[in-house]
């Protein structure tokens, strides 16, 4: 099992000794054009979670492309970029001009930008058409049948999973105002990690393709229960805010996580989950 | 300048109120006080997210921060007792410069807070003017003996003297009056923040006319470069 970030969690930039942690550093999304974000506040905190709308800040394709990705591929980590757009071309012009990366994250569902008008499997039947590198769909678990969706890119062409993005959500301040500025935001940390569970669960048994977990593990245990769920890899999201440490950190907690569920290799947890009891419960 | 390792996890040596506020001093462990005005991300217990504070006190083998309790992480911070461990981050961001000539420190409300640690580094007992909204929490002024202080309705900005080469902190309100008398001035800037390193995007604020993330860029900031986006606007 490896050891990504969140798309959107870490500058590897500013931070290149939190980034060399990882088995492979994820960019916060790229989108044709630069964004310069929501307006502040960007961020609150709510019980067991924390809200953000940051709005897709980033400098746009062209800057990506001519600056931040040579100084990424500098520190010698492998690398995936998170693309986003607003229509399939958007995406597929992205793609088209990306090499010398290990993946691509297509970000199918930003719950802070407005919905793409294309759907989630021709974003991805276009990014097909445009590059041969391995396209991992990005998905919210919002959608009342996580799986389906899953199933529909599969069909359109990629090559693996990333589950979940954050979920929308509003927190209201003393005034009962809302406390982002933007009003609603993306939730994330903690109160995520069995939403994610599940729609690991279900897109594995649904697709088999390989999926990258993520929804806020903290620990080595949290980072064992998506690889019983299905998940191949894990990303740390909203704990590398309270813990840059938190990459090294896990790793070596999933190693004693693994004994104590007397799982023999941390890959070979995928199953665990799947008793005749627990495929009773989980909901097709 | 940068700290983004692993957060140690310090001891609480003690906690002692200043009027509205408590002076949290935590054991100092490994970690460099850094330079005035910078920051360091303190675990709230039984919080999701660190809160960031500047240094205001570097006693001999400790870090001592300013906590004023307006929130659940803030309140779990000043209940904190000795012996108590927390994790802490930093030091981060860029402080005050101080190859200065003629330095006037002010500080408004918990704006306080980094100026106890800076005029011990800055030496030779700086002048000091202080505003606070209550006579209750200008008993923080205790912090900094010899200081000017003044309360609500009197503003603090009138005791500056523009010819001094200002280093402030305090609500932004008072941080754009500074600016605007005071262009050449270092404002010590707040935002809300989930990381302390760049990473999370959340800290924004408009510098030199655009978003950009204050745990970098700042938290203290030359006035024109806060002072071009006002322009801008008006």
């Known amino acids: ?284 | 300048m940068q700290s983004s390792g692993s957060p140690s996890r310090l001891r609480v040596n003690g906690a002692e109120r200043v009027g509205p506020y408590t002076l949290l001093r935590l054991e100092r462990g490994g970690l460099d006080p850094g330079v005035p005005g910078q920051f360091f991300m303190l675990e709230a217990p039984g919080r999701l997210l660190p809160r960031p504070f500047s240094l205001c006190l570097a006693p001999a083998g400790e870090l001592a921060f300013l906590v004023d309790p307006i929130g659940p992480g803030t309140e779990a911070l000043c209940a904190l007792r000795a012996g108590d461990e927390i994790c802490v981050l930093g030091p981060l961001g860029r402080g005050y410069r101080l190859e200065i000539d003629r330095p006037l420190l002010v500080g408004g409300g918990i704006g306080i807070a980094p100026l106890p640690f800076l005029a011990e580094q800055l030496g030779g007992s700086p002048p000091v003017v202080l505003g606070f909204r209550t006579a209750e929490h200008a008993e923080a002024a205790s912090l900094l003996p010899g200081a000017e202080v003044v309360v609500d309705p009197v503003l603090v900005n009138e005791l500056i003297d523009p010819g001094c080469e200002v280093l402030a902190c305090g609500p932004e309100p008072m941080l754009q009056a500074v600016a605007e008398l005071c262009p050449t001035a270092q404002l010590a800037w707040e935002a809300p923040m989930a990381c302390g390193y760049g990473a999370c995007y959340g800290c924004v604020v408009e510098i030199d006319g655009a978003l950009k993330r204050l745990c970098l860029e700042g938290p203290v900031l030359d006035a024109a470069r806060v002072l071009a986006h006002a322009e801008v606007a008006a």
């Open chain 1, 1 to 284: 099992m490896r050891i990504l970030n969140a798309s959107g969690c870490l500058d590897a930039l500013a931070a290149p000794e939190v980034a060399r942690q990882l088995d492979a550093f994820v960019t916060k999304t790229v989108t044709p054009l630069p964004r310069e974000g929501s307006a502040p506040p960007r961020i609150a905190e709510t019980a067991h979670g924390m809200l953000n709308a940051i709005g897709l800040a980033n400098p746009g394709r062209d800057r990506f492309l001519a600056g931040n990705l040579p100084r990424l591929r500098e520190l010698g980590i492998p690398l995936s970029v998170s693309v986003g757009g607003f229509c399939a071309d958007d995406y597929a012009e992205t793609c088209a001009a990306l090499f010398g990366i290990e993946a691509i994250e297509l970000n199918l569902s930003c719950p802070n930008v407005d919905e793409a008008a294309d759907s989630a499997a021709e974003i991805v039947a276009a990014c097909r058409r445009a590059t041969e590198l391995p396209l991992y769909a990005k998905l919210s678990a919002a959608h009342p049948d996580v799986a389906e969706v899953a199933c529909a890119v599969a069909g359109a062409g990629a090559n693996g999973l990333s589950l979940i993005n954050t979920l929308r959500a509003v927190a209201l301040d003393r005034q009962l105002r809302p406390v982002l500025a933007r009003g609603s935001g993306g939730l994330s940390g903690p109160a995520l990690k069995p939403v994610a569970l599940h729609a690991v669960s279900v897109c594995h048994e649904a697709t088999g393709l390989p999926i990258v977990g993520m929804g806020g593990i903290e620990t080595g245990r949290d980072a064992l229960e998506f690889a019983a769920c299905g998940a191949r890899d894990v990303a740390l999201g909203t704990v590398l805010f309270a813990d840059p440490g938190a990459p090294a950190r896990v790793r070596s907690e999933l190693e004693a996580a693994r004994v104590e569920a007397g799982v023999a290799n941390a890959d070979d947890a995928d199953g665990l989950s799947k008793s005749p009891e627990t495929e009773e419960k989980v909901p097709a």
